[in-house]
């Protein structure tokens, strides 16, 4: 734990610790949650002001980017949640979670005469504790949830073939930018709408996703104006198992590759009918080195490529006058259960926007996500006397009120069924309220 200041526990005295109970006027002795959490409030707001400091010295837009210099731009974000378990799952609390963002990009093209290059970093900063060591879900309540580190988080050049119906990208890459992406589910926190957890629980440490990247080589074609296909050779182990912090890049022949392609279909422009920019993707991933069953005895010969298949869809429902209206997504998707603790996986949600007069940009959404134990896990688990509950279900409730070209506040409620499929954990409501500081 870092230094925590004298006069911070001062101020947060009040907070109240992981157990429910409030510690007033404990200025001399403060619990380690309570440190932990006035720790990160106060890391939280440093961090929020550095971002708006850099933001304010230049006078853009909403959602636009900083110009640097010609075909070089950047982006600079902040994003924190502060969470409360209010009844249910492990032990009642409150946690707070940050991230920041920090993203440069070059048009090689423009910047440099190299046509049809870009090039792109990304570096991330985390913060923070985890709400989920309160609930104990399977799933993640929040999408910020990660270890506390700087690190370069993207690193990679991209270059296009054939009047852009061809793409190569090369470097440290996240899967999750192209791959399973479905983009009215990025409203929420939970993170199985941001990507399935059946794809999200496999490999040693994890697919090339948020927090820990790989290399990668990356093919996209478009096959035509509607439907286009993406192929990507992975790092089999992103990062270091052992270290979570900092950048670890490399790769050996014993880490094997993880192999996802996804075939996309996108609905003709209708003039503005409903389901006008609507998606229908086809995933499908796999490993190619084996992975023991779960269970299998050390050294034994139990062992399967890991693999999986997914499908959603992604749609505009209704149009209110010029808004974006009503849209939903649904997604399923099935994991190898012989290596997996989850076997199958449903989610979907509605988002609606403009609900509001006057404020357009709002967005209110309603979603669930239901994650399966797969019969492998259930067997396993039989066979070392535990009793496990079939499945968790997230049910989630969230209001984004941008106040501000730069600044917007979410409130998200969380209901989450059979957390961890615990059954000696009951159902859990976590209130989050997330902040998001951008330019």
Do not use: C
């Not at 924190?80 to 378990?85: E, R």
């Not at 963002?101 to 190299?114: H, Q, R, S, V």
């Not at 429902?317 to 997504?329: I, R, V």
């Not at 996986?345 to 797969?374: K, M, Q, S, T, W």
């Amino acid at each position: 734990m870092r230094p925590f200041p004298r006069w911070a526990e001062k101020s947060f005295g009040w907070l109240a610790s992981v157990d429910g109970n409030a510690h007033v006027g404990s200025a001399d002795v403060v619990s380690l949650e309570e440190e932990r959490l006035a720790h990160g409030l106060v890391m939280t707001w440093i961090r929020a002001g550095l971002v708006v400091l850099v933001g304010a010295g230049y006078v853009v837009p909403a959602s636009s980017q900083l110009t640097l210099h010609e075909g070089i731009t950047a982006e600079v974000a902040h994003t924190a949640d502060f969470a409360t378990n209010v009844s249910g799952g492990v032990k009642r609390g409150s946690s707070y979670l940050d991230n920041v963002d920090l993203t440069l990009t070059f048009d090689l093209g423009t910047a440099w005469g190299w046509a049809g290059a870009k090039a792109f970093f990304y570096v991330l900063g985390n913060n923070g504790s985890s709400p989920s060591e309160l609930v104990g879900d399977v799933q993640t309540v929040s999408n910020l949830d990660a270890p506390d580190t700087w690190k370069l988080y993207e690193g990679w050049v991209e270059q296009e073939l054939a009047s852009g119906r061809l793409s190569l990208k090369a470097g440290l890459y996240d899967l999750n930018s192209e791959f399973d992406v479905i983009d009215t589910g990025g409203l929420f926190l939970n993170s199985s709408h941001g990507i399935g957890p059946d794809f999200s629980q496999t490999g040693e440490n994890g697919p090339s996703i948020f927090p820990t990247t790989s290399l990668a080589l990356r093919l996209r074609a478009s096959i035509s104006e509607s439907v286009d296909f993406k192929l990507a050779a992975l790092d089999g182990i992103p990062g270091d198992v052992q270290d979570p912090g900092g950048t670890h890049v490399g790769w050996t022949s014993d880490e094997g590759l993880l192999i996802a392609g996804e075939l996309a279909y996108y609905t003709s422009p209708g003039g503005g009918d409903v389901g006008e920019g609507g998606t229908v993707v086809l995933g499908a991933f796999a490993y190619t080195e084996r992975t023991e069953h779960l269970g299998a005895m050390p050294g034994g010969t139990a062992s399967s490529r890991n693999h999986g298949i997914y499908v959603f869809a992604d749609h505009p429902l209704y149009a209110a006058g010029n808004g974006p209206g009503l849209s939903g997504f649904v997604r399923a998707g099935v994991a190898d259960t012989d290596v997996n603790q989850i076997g199958t996986y449903l989610g979907a949600g509605f988002v609606y926007a403009g609900l509001l007069p006057g404020r357009e940009p709002d967005r209110i959404g309603l979603a669930v996500a239901h994650a399966r134990n797969g019969a492998g896990f259930l067997d396993y688990r039989s066979s070392q006397g535990h009793q496990q509950d079939g499945a968790e279900t997230a049910i989630e409730l969230t209001y984004s009120a941008q106040l501000m070209d730069w600044l917007s506040l979410q409130p998200d409620v969380q209901y989450i069924i059979n957390p961890g499929t615990d059954p000696a954990l009951g159902n859990a409501l976590m209130l989050s309220l997330r902040s998001t500081i951008s330019f």
